[in-house]
C-alpha cells in the first residue's frame, strides 16, 4: 500500500486541476498579452483564475498578483515593502520560526543596512503578543508572521497580531506568509487587517511554480521582477495560464464543502495522533488539539535518527518528511524544534507527517503498524 504523508511538501494535483493545466497548454495556449483570439482566449483562463482566489479572500481582483509559488511571494513581499519604506524606517519585526523563504530575504536586507528583529515562541511555538507590542518602534515598518508552521502546525493569532500592529504603529505593513493556512483556513485579509498575504499552489493540490501574492489596495510594494509590466507592472514576463489557470480550480476546490473536508482532515490528524501515542519513545511536538492546524504533525521517536527511520518507512511505501522540503539541500538541526524547546536528543529523531485530500483511514492504520514494526527493530542496533 503507497501512504503519501508529505502533503506540506508537495500535493498531488486534483484530476481537474491536471485537466485545466492541459487545456491551457493545448486549447486556449495564447499569449495573454497578445491582441488576437488566441490571446484573449488565454487572458479569460488568468481573468477567471484571479476572480475565483479573489472571491476565496473576499478581495479585489485587482490585489491579486501571480508569482511562481511562496518563495516568490515571500521575497516580493518582503524586499518590495522594505524598497518602497526604505525612506519611512529600516526596522522589520518577524518571528524565531519562519521560513527559509523569510529568513534568507531577511538576512540580506540586514546585510544591506536593515534591522531585523526576531521574536522567539513558547513550546507551542506561539509569539508573545507583548513582546510584539513592545518591539514594535517609529522606524518598524514591516512585520512578518507565519500563519501555519510548517514543521509543527501551530498557529498564529494573526488577527490579534495585526490589531497589536495597526494600534501600535499605523504605518507598519502587515505580512502573512500562508502557504501552509490557505485552504485549511477561511482567510479573509481586509477584515483581519492583513496587508499582504503569501500563498503557494503546490500545497492545496495546485501545480507546482504557481503561487500568488495578496496586495491590500493602500499597501505599496516595489516591483522586484521588470519587464514588459505585465499584471499591472507588479509583475513583469508573460503570464503562466497554465499554471494561474490550474491554481484557480484548486482554489475553488479547496473552498467547495471547505468545512467537510477540514472536519475529515482533523479526524485523519486525530486517529494519526492517538496511534502515534500507543508507541513507546514517541513524542508529538507542540500539539494543542484543534488550536493546531488540520494537517501537520510532528513526531520525534526516542533513539531514532529520523533519516533512518524514513527511509525504513519508505521502503514500505510510506512517505514523510524530516523537515522542510525546501531546506532539504541544506541539512540540519531544525531551528523551529530547537526554538519550542524539544530535547536535544530529540532534534534529530523527528519526522513529519502531513495530510491531504487523498489520505485515508487506512494509510493512517497501516503507518501505525507499520511503525510498531519497524522502531523495536531499529532501536536494537542504536548506540548507548
Do not use: W
Not at 37 to 66: C, H, Q, S, W, Y
Not at 194 to 209: C, E, R, T
Not at 225 to 249: A, H, K, W
Amino acid at each position: 500500500m503507497e501512504a503519501y504523508f508529505d502533503n506540506s511538501a508537495t500535493t498531488r494535483v486534483y484530476d481537474e486541476v491536471a485537466e485545466a493545466v492541459l487545456r491551457a497548454m493545448t486549447t486556449d495556449y495564447g499569449n495573454p498579452s497578445s491582441m488576437h483570439t488566441k490571446g484573449m482566449e488565454a487572458e479569460n483562463l488568468v481573468r477567471e483564475a484571479r476572480k475565483t482566489i479573489a472571491d476565496t479572500l473576499k478581495v479585489t481582483e485587482r490585489e491579486i498578483v501571480f508569482t511562481s509559488g511562496g518563495t516568490e511571494s515571500n521575497n516580493m513581499a518582503l524586499y518590495g515593502t522594505a524598497y518602497s519604506m526604505r525612506r519611512m524606517g529600516k526596522h522589520i519585526i518577524t518571528s524565531g520560526v519562519e521560513h527559509a523563504s523569510i529568513y534568507q530575504p531577511l538576512t540580506f536586507l540586514e546585510e544591506m543596512g536593515y534591522e531585523i528583529t526576531y521574536l522567539p515562541v513558547d513550546e507551542n511555538g506561539h509569539i508573545s503578543l507583548e513582546q510584539l507590542r513592545e518591539s514594535i518602534r517609529k522606524d518598524t515598518i514591516l512585520v512578518s508572521i507565519m500563519y501555519v508552521n510548517n514543521e509543527i502546525g501551530a498557529v498564529e493569532p494573526v488577527e490579534e497580531i495585526a490589531k497589536v500592529i495597526h494600534e501600535t504603529n499605523p504605518r507598519t505593513v502587515f505580512h502573512v506568509d500562508a502557504i501552509q493556512a490557505y485552504g485549511k483556513y477561511r482567510i479573509r485579509p481586509k477584515k483581519m487587517g492583513i496587508d499582504l498575504l503569501s500563498v503557494s499552489g503546490h500545497k492545496i493540490h495546485g501545480p507546482k511554480g504557481t503561487g500568488f501574492l495578496y496586495i491590500g489596495e493602500k499597501i505599496h510594494v516595489h516591483p522586484i521582477i521588470l519587464g514588459g509590466g505585465q499584471q499591472r507592472d507588479m509583475r513583469s514576463g508573460t503570464e503562466n495560464v497554465p499554471g494561474c489557470y490550474g491554481l484557480g480550480v484548486a482554489a475553488k476546490m479547496a473552498y467547495t464543502g471547505f468545512e467537510k473536508r477540514i472536519d475529515r482532515l482533523y479526524e485523519l490528524r486525530d486517529r494519526l495522533i492517538s496511534g502515534l501515542h500507543e508507541i513507546e519513545g514517541t513524542t508529538v511536538n507542540g500539539f494543542e488539539d484543534r488550536r493546531n492546524a488540520p494537517q501537520i504533525v510532528s513526531c520525534s521517536f526516542e533513539g531514532i535518527r529520523a533519516e533512518v527511520l524514513l527511509h525504513a518507512l519508505e521502503r514500505k511505501e510510506i512517505y514523510v518528511s524530516s523537515g522542510s522540503a525546501c531546506s532539504s539541500n541544506h541539512p540540519g538541526i531544525s531551528g523551529t524544534l530547537k526554538a519550542i524547546g524539544v530535547k536535544k536528543e530529540l532534534l534529530d529523531s523527528t519526522l513529519r507527517f502531513s495530510l491531504g485530500s487523498f489520505n485515508n483511514e487506512e494509510q493512517i492504520d497501516y503507518v501505525i503498524a507499520q511503525l510498531k514494526e519497524i522502531l523495536p527493530e531499529l532501536r536494537k542496533f542504536r548506540r548507548y
